[in-house]
């Protein structure tokens, strides 16, 4: 069965970077993209951003561009988001999924708490 | 930049009672690339409707989804007890990115 894996929950500080992965099985990894999804407390989805698993081809949420990378490692099946200069509004779940651009995401990772505080 | 708006906010329903969720976009989404998720508290969003009106697997055949260009529903003909949740609608397949409505809480009456 498809699974997607995130790491563990981050504390950082203001200013500082976070890099989150998402390991996936249970299909073959190039076949489809990763997408990134946060939600901060008590707030909607946001859409940062998608990495074709198959060619690297990244497309970032305008709002993130500068601040975050997506990358992948097909050796290993898994995904990576680092988002830079963390700000206290950054403290969200961030979530990996299966899919996107001309395919909904599908499976979706546990979430990953990131808490920016000083 | 494509926005959706989501409608009402809150549908507090009874079990039983038929749910109506509507999703309007800012401008046509193209080949009905609107997908619907369901989330609960502390659980990752689950993708129930894909190209509007597809139903992802597993689904239950009392979620079904319609619309085109820039209206859509989610319509619940039975609301079960697990089905209290939040539901967002969400627009892919464009150049530009994904968008996510901003979510329809439904609550129990």
């Known amino acids: 069965q498809v699974q997607l894996v995130q790491s563990g929950a981050e504390v950082k500080k203001p200013g500082a970077s976070v890099k989150v992965s998402c390991k996936a099985s249970g299909y073959t990894f190039t076949s489809y993209g990763i997408s990134w999804v946060r939600q901060a407390p008590g707030q909607g989805l946001e859409w940062m951003g998608w990495?074709?698993?198959?060619?690297?081809?990244?497309n970032y949420a305008q709002k993130l561009q500068g601040r975050v990378t997506m990358t992948t490692d097909t050796s290993t099946s898994t995904a990576y988001m680092e988002l830079r200069s963390l700000r206290s509004d950054d403290t969200a779940v961030y979530y990996c999924a299966s899919g996107g651009f001309l395919r909904a995401l599908d499976y979706w990772g546990q979430g990953t708490l990131v808490t920016v505080s000083s | 930049e494509i926005v959706l708006t989501q409608s009402p906010g809150t549908l507090s329903l009874s079990p039983g009672e038929r749910a109506t969720l509507s999703c309007r976009a800012s401008?046509?989404?193209?080949?009905?690339?609107l997908a619907w998720y369901q989330q609960k508290p502390g659980q990752a969003p689950r993708l129930l409707i894909y190209g509007a009106s597809s139903r992802a697997t597993g689904i239950p055949d009392r979620f079904s989804g319609s619309g085109s260009g820039t209206d859509f529903t989610l319509t619940i003909s039975r609301l079960e007890p697990e089905d209290f949740a939040v539901y967002y609608c969400q627009q892919y397949g464009s150049s530009h990115g994904m968008a996510f409505g901003q979510g329809t809480k439904v609550e129990i009456k």
């Open positions: 990495i074709s698993a198959y060619n690297g081809n990244t």
């Open positions: 401008q046509s989404v193209s080949s009905s690339y």
